[in-house]
């Protein structure tokens, strides 16, 4: 057994990254597994969204709304460049929920959260107002706009293992525990790298299981923990067109199914739509939106649009599993959304396991795993709370800055062009000018890949970020490959191969061979 932390987390996504940068921050000796990349699983398929959940005060899920509301400003003020703030519209269909249940749910969403910096909600008259011309004339009149933030998900998983890594904790990706058993009270974890199969073991006083859709696998791993409660698999897929309406507000459209649908603007010429909600029963690592579900997401968006949405009108398709506490709801869209800890102590080392939880709530999420495990952790409980006050890497700015930080990049490095200024302030804040380094020209950074992707970044992303393949650079620390050829895709994997076989070949001493 090569080392023992105090907390070991199987786990690279929102929860098992959140918690692993809490810890960290507190003093503990941190060590994180993730069997593919970071973020690779559900949290990198969600509606990009940081909200409170308007629809779950339907389910009278009010605790869960209020923290989620509560958390939605404390994250935007710590990472201003991947949330930024979001004003969604709410039509009203006279044939769903009435006008007086609207204003009562969002009177609650505006005042039970302590919101501070997000404007409040307010009554359209959509016949007049800009949002209303989109939609089909005459029949939707009256409306409401209310403030949500939205999220890029993936980076916020993966600045959050940055800043855990930076305070000391070991992040490894393409890992796998294979075997994990309890010792002399120490819980020892066999892990395998699953791109070269070595195995290691390390001990840890602590265990984390935040496995996600895998949470019972994890368990079954040889832990001698019979899960008690259960994981409730629920498939959410999403669709990509390109950008429906010139405006820079959202939609969130009442189905006549009860479920709400969103319409959001993304990537500056798309327009992200989602999401479904339905029991999911197979591998989590094949989930893949079905024809049923395209068509669902298109037929409930034209029911309000002037302009149809189409099948064929989808440029891109993702979707992710869900792995929810099952609370025994009936059906999928009503099934909680809060979390659930499982706490076990075989032979007397704790074993925490996670079910459930969503983006918004991570961070707090994280704050009680820990005050559940304090007991049995080293690390000062003096710390707490302080991840809501230090910002994300690259988030050590006002919530106004970004826009005023890609003018800056534009004016320190005159080669990049707007656009790109833009999108680099907005992915990396003030670690922007670490990819660009002492570059004075675009010949500086490097090979370019195209959609403004060059090997400065990448290099950047490979040394920095855990990136070790295309799909990783291009859908998770980007979404470029919305903007890339299958023949740029190829070029980069091919570059980042080479890259890594050189950087991995053996090197020759001083007067040897190679």
């Given amino acids: ?119 409040p909600t307010r009554t359209l008259d959509l016949a007049r107002d800009v949002v209303g011309k989109p939609l089909i004339p005459g029949r939707y009149t009256r409306g409401f706009e209310y403030s949500d933030c939205f999220v890029d998900d993936a980076r916020l998983v993966v600045l959050t293992a940055r800043d855990a890594a930076d305070r000391g904790a070991e992040i490894r990706t393409r890992t796998r525990a294979v075997e994990i058993r309890q010792v002399d009270g120490i819980w020892r974890v066999t892990v395998e790298n699953t791109l070269t199969g070595a195995r290691e073991t390390i001990g840890a006083r602590v265990l984390v299981n935040a496995g996600g859709p895998w ?56 327009t992200l739509i989602g999401t479904t909600d339905r029991d999911y029963h197979g591998d989590p690592a094949k989930v893949k939106a079905t024809a049923e579900e395209i068509s669902y997401l298109c037929a409930s968006v034209s029911e309000y649009l002037a302009r149809p949405v189409k099948p064929e009108d989808v440029v891109w398709t993702y979707a992710g599993v869900r792995p929810l506490y099952d609370d025994g709801a009936s059906e999928a869209k009503a099934a909680t959304r809060d979390y659930v800890f499982e706490l076990d102590l075989p032979g007397g080392a704790p074993l925490l396991s996670i079910y459930g939880g969503k983006i918004t709530t991570y961070r707090r999420l994280s704050e009680e795993a820990l005050e559940r495990l304090s007991p049995y952790l080293r690390g000062s409980s003096q710390s707490e709370g302080w991840t809501g006050r230090a910002p994300l890497p690259g988030g050590d700015m006002d919530v106004s800055m970004p826009p005023a930080l890609a003018a800056e990049l534009v004016r320190d490095y005159p080669f990049l062009a707007p656009a790109h200024a833009n999108r680099l302030a907005h992915a990396y804040g003030t670690r922007a000018a670490l990819v660009l380094g002492s570059a004075k020209s675009m010949a500086d950074l490097g090979q370019s890949f195209g959609a403004t992707l060059t090997a400065a970044e990448v290099s950047y992303l490979m040394a920095a970020e855990w990136a070790l393949t295309a799909e990783d650079i291009v859908w998770r620390r980007s979404k470029l490959g919305l903007r890339m050829s299958s023949t740029e895709v190829a070029a980069l994997d091919d570059w980042i191969a080479t890259v890594r076989d050189q950087r991995t070949a053996p090197r020759a001493e001083a007067g040897g061979r190679p």
Avoid at 87 to 107: I, N
Avoid at 233 to 258: F, P
């Fill in 215 to 270: 949470v019972e696998q994890v368990l079954a791993a040889g832990s001698g923990v019979n899960a008690r409660a259960k994981v409730r698999l629920v498939q959410g897929s999403h669709i990509v067109v390109k950008k429906l309406y010139e405006h820079d507000r959202a939609y969130i459209l009442q189905n006549a199914d009860g479920r709400i649908v969103f319409v959001i603007p993304y990537q500056d010429d798309f």
């Fill in 1 to 119: 057994m090569d080392r023992i932390f105090d907390l070991a987390i199987i786990g690279g996504g929102v929860n098992g990254c959140g918690i692993a940068r809490d810890a960290a921050g507190r003093g503990n000796s941190v060590f994180l597994c993730e069997m593919n990349d970071l973020a690779s699983g559900t949290s990198s398929w969600s509606t990009k969204l940081v909200h409170g959940g308007l629809r779950y005060l339907e389910y009278y899920e009010f605790r869960l709304v209020r923290e989620a509301l509560i958390e939605r400003e404390i994250l935007w003020q710590i990472a201003p460049h991947i949330i930024r703030p979001l004003r969604f519209v709410l039509p009203h269909h006279a044939g769903l929920r009435p006008a007086w249940l609207l204003r009562l749910g969002l009177f609650l969403y505006d005042h039970i959260g302590g919101r501070k910096l997000l404007p």
